[in-house]
């Protein structure tokens, strides 16, 4: 099911049949080292992220992350959404991209887009980001999307400090 549609991408709702472009994304280098080991090794513990994750977002809130696909040829690139974490008090925007899809300009398109979504349809009025400190990249690109730096934080007693980003 297509839940946001842009010129060139399409979100869907991540189905147990992706657990093969999960278990790539997860596994990233990028992803590792900004976001975090999973613990997702095979195409098992894929299909369980799935259920545990997106699924269980859309059953609990009717959003989550989606899965990004490119129109031409419908090949998954990665994944955007909303996420509603226990440890924050407004719902976050996330994405992340395989590499041979990032410089291409979806992640923006997909990130505008789901804020939109976010706006129009869920009636959000406060969108947050979180960002590894040392991840330039996804900082650019949610400055340019319109939220701005807000302050840094841990998201648990043990975690790495994060840099929160929110819409003005």
Same mark, same amino acid.
């Given at each position: 099911m297509t839940v946001i549609e842009?010129?060139?991408?399409?979100?869907?709702?991540?189905?147990a049949d992706d657990a093969a472009f999960i278990l790539e994304l997860v596994n990233d280098p990028a992803w590792l080292r900004f976001i975090g080991d999973k613990k997702v090794k095979t195409l098992e513990d894929a299909r369980g992220y799935i259920e545990r994750g997106p699924r269980a977002l859309y059953a609990?809130?009717?959003?989550?992350?989606? @899965?990004? $696909?490119?129109?031409?040829?419908?090949?998954?690139?990665?994944?955007?959404?909303? &996420?509603?974490?226990?440890t924050l008090a407004d719902v976050d925007?996330?994405?992340?991209?395989?590499?041979?899809?990032?410089a291409r300009g979806y992640a923006?398109?997909?990130a505008e887009a789901?804020?939109?979504?976010?706006?129009r349809v869920l009636g959000l009025t406060r969108i947050v980001a979180i960002a590894s400190p040392d991840n330039e990249r996804?900082?650019? @690109?949610? $400055?340019k999307i319109g939220l701005r730096f807000e302050h840094k934080l841990r998201l648990? &007693?043990?975690?790495?400090?994060?840099?929160l980003f929110a819409t003005p």
């Open positions: 842009t010129e060139r991408l399409a979100l869907r709702e991540i189905r609990r809130h009717g959003f989550g992350l989606w @899965l990004v $696909e490119v129109k031409e040829g419908s090949e998954p690139a990665g994944i955007c959404g909303l &996420v509603k974490r226990e925007i996330g994405f992340a991209f395989l590499p041979r899809h990032r923006r398109e997909a789901t804020l939109d979504y976010a706006r996804s900082s650019r @690109l949610l $400055e648990a &007693v043990d975690a790495d400090e994060v840099a």
